[in-house]
């Protein structure tokens, strides 16, 4: 299991949240240059995470703009960053190549905030736009979602120890969830197969903390047993209300 660190990420108050990217100017994309202004333009915020096992370190592009300085690697992300809104034409290239593995169009609106998952597909990758959308967590509680990104992964469900219920019933590849509430604690999350109930992966002991907004995401192979690419869960923090 993998862990991201946090990313601050104050929503719906557009200046602030500007001001609290881990990565300031870094992976902008149209240079909203001055975070300081009383008049920037309209922006939207973006997170992109690659989870295909098969693409090659990766330039990512937006309207030609270059997102990240450094390559992306599997299993990366780049942390929320200001957008430019409007249709934005995302381009995800080997580093240093003029070659796009994937072009995609995603539409990005005003004050909104979205995930781009780069997945696996049979041929080539895929990249994923979703709109985030939670709560504002409190202090006893937090939000969690569940991202599929195993390509020979079957259905799966999520359950979370104390409870008899799952906390995502049901979630195929490329699939994302909405936020879940859960009390702030120490637990234990599996990931069942759907068709015969078998542990596919768990975590070991996991605090989740009040006042976060968190992912976590089933990527790598089931056919693979070693290495950076077998089957495993990682868990990226979105918020923290602080």
């Not at 309209?42 to 995470?49: E, K, L």
């Not at 994923?128 to 799966?156: G, M, N, Y």
């Not at 104390?162 to 879940?180: C, Q, V, Y």
């Not at 056919?223 to 950076?228: C, F, I, N, V």
Request: glycine fraction near 4%; proline fraction near 5%; charged fraction near 20%.
């Amino acid at each position: 299991m993998y862990f991201t660190s946090k990313i601050k990420m104050p929503i719906r108050k557009r200046l602030k949240f500007a001001a609290s990217l881990i990565v300031g100017s870094l992976a902008l994309t149209g240079c909203l240059v001055n975070l300081e202004s009383p008049q920037l333009p309209p922006a939207a915020y973006v997170s992109i995470f690659q989870g295909s096992t098969a693409a090659p370190a990766m330039d990512v592009f937006a309207n030609q703009n270059r997102v990240n300085q450094s390559p992306l690697t599997y299993s990366q992300i780049i942390p929320y960053s200001a957008f430019f809104t409007g249709t934005r034409d995302f381009r995800f290239s080997a580093f240093n190549s003029a070659t796009a593995l994937l072009e995609k169009n995603f539409v990005l609106k005003a004050d909104s905030v979205y995930s781009i998952f780069v997945a696996d597909k049979a041929a080539g990758i895929d990249a994923i736009l979703i709109k985030d959308i939670w709560k504002d967590p409190v202090a006893e509680k937090s939000q969690l979602r569940f991202v599929h990104l195993s390509s020979d992964t079957e259905p799966v469900y999520l359950e979370i120890s104390g409870s008899t219920n799952p906390l995502i019933p049901e979630s195929s590849f490329k699939a994302i969830s909405d936020f879940k509430e859960v009390n702030k604690g120490n637990y234990t999350l599996r990931v069942k197969s759907k068709e015969t109930n078998a542990i596919l992966i768990q975590t070991g002991t996991l605090e989740i903390q009040g006042n976060r907004v968190y992912s976590l995401i089933l990527r790598g192979l089931s056919a693979e047993s070693t290495g950076d690419k077998k089957l495993d869960l990682q868990l990226v923090t979105n918020y923290i209300n602080y």
